[in-house]
């Protein structure tokens, strides 16, 4: 099975950048996703992981170290519209089950 | 419209009333997943089908069953509720292709009394 670690709170100023970490204990582990999920609404896919390095979409960008099973997502030019909850999942064998994190809610001030 | 839609939105029940929880997707997706969330603990897997034939227990399977009626339809029961199963739940889906990606439902939000 899997385990995922990240802070249960992040907050930052518009404009900022902000990191946010994930550690995980894996087995039978093919890749990182990110998910953004706004005040109870559905999540919605970010960004995924299946190679070490840097992913870029847009403002966002996700990075992978399977050596050290630490993820991070990286959130750039950050705007009010960004304070969400956001969570890592790992991907676990044969693409069939995510496990998730327990989520860190951003809070983006003016 | 929505790719998956989850009835009903909102549903207040009473302890051991026996409840169902609807899914349709029209995203022609072989996968779908019943998931839990409860504050501060994430998403909990409950139970996942990868076809018509095919149900899988999630991490917290105890007190709920399913159907999968057919491609497009998975239903979430709870035989008889428990205030605790009070949470808010998500159905999703995935396809074989872009397998990473899971596309969640609106959600229900349940209350136990």
């Known amino acids: 099975g899997q385990s995922l670690e990240q802070p249960s709170e992040v907050t930052a100023v518009e404009g900022a950048i902000v990191q946010i970490n994930c550690t995980y204990q894996?087995?039978?582990?093919?890749?990182l996703s990110w998910y953004q999920q706004h005040d109870g609404g559905a999540p919605t896919f970010l960004s995924y992981?299946?190679?070490?390095g840097l992913e870029e979409t847009g403002r966002f960008s996700s990075f992978l170290s399977r050596s050290d099973s630490y993820g991070y997502l990286l959130l750039q030019e950050l705007q009010m519209k960004d304070s969400a909850s956001y969570f890592c999942?790992?991907?676990?064998?044969?693409?069939?089950?995510?496990?998730f994190g327990k989520g860190t809610m951003l809070l983006v001030s003016p | 419209d929505a790719d998956v839609t989850q009835t009903p939105r909102n549903r207040i029940t009473k302890t051991g009333k026996r409840i169902m929880l609807e899914c349709s997707q029209t995203k022609g997706h072989d996968r779908m997943y019943w998931y839990r969330q409860d504050p501060g603990l994430g998403l909990r897997l409950i139970y996942y089908?990868?076809?018509?034939?095919?149900?899988n227990k999630g991490e917290i399977s105890d007190g709920y069953s399913v159907s999968r009626q057919a491609q497009a339809k998975f239903s979430l029961s709870l035989e008889s509720a428990i205030p605790n199963q009070t949470a808010l739940y998500f159905c999703a889906t995935q396809g074989r292709t872009n397998q990473e990606t899971q596309y969640f439902g609106p959600g229900t939000r349940l209350l136990v009394l």
């Open positions: 999942a790992a991907l676990n064998s044969g693409y069939s089950t995510l496990t």
């Open positions: 089908s990868f076809d018509v034939k095919d149900i």
């Open positions: 992981n299946a190679l070490d």
């Open positions: 894996t087995s039978g582990f093919y890749g």
